[in-house]
């Protein structure tokens, strides 16, 4: 299955349910979640974060991630993938997060970094 056979329903949910629970690997090995806001472009996620967080400490020792979204109505989404981190392209989330709406940007602009995951395959089709 390619993702463009999913790309409609995939956006409609990840826009709709919104926050996701992302799991890294934390330093003794454990998985650790948190929940997180995610900012998808096709098969890119977005995730805003400074350099000196607990999750930039796991990611450093492995750059896997897994990301879940759920509803009530048991609609899910999963990705996985490797996150990288993305100072290039501070400039230009800024300027896209403005024209969809958010205000006060300053803070995003002041972070050292950004964080992508690419969804990646599972099996047969995309997760």
């Not at 454990?30 to 350099?51: C, D, F, K, M, N």
């Not at 020792?61 to 979204?69: G, Q, R, T």
């Not at 300027?95 to 099996?123: K, P």
């Amino acid at each position: 299955m390619e993702f463009s056979e999913i790309r409609d329903d995939f956006e409609a949910r990840v826009r709709r349910i919104v926050w996701a629970t992302v799991t890294t690997v934390d330093t003794k090995g454990r998985p650790r979640s948190r929940i997180l806001h995610p900012y998808w472009e096709g098969t890119t996620a977005w995730v805003l974060t400074g350099r000196q967080t607990l999750k930039t400490k796991h990611l450093a020792l492995n750059p896997h991630v897994a990301i879940c979204y759920w509803d009530p109505k048991h609609e899910q989404v999963y990705a996985e993938g490797v996150a990288e981190w993305a100072d290039d392209q501070a400039d230009t989330m800024g300027e896209i997060l403005t024209e969809r709406g958010f205000r006060d940007l300053r803070w995003v602009r002041d972070l050292a970094g950004r964080r992508r995951v690419t969804v990646g395959r599972r099996g047969s089709g995309y997760v």
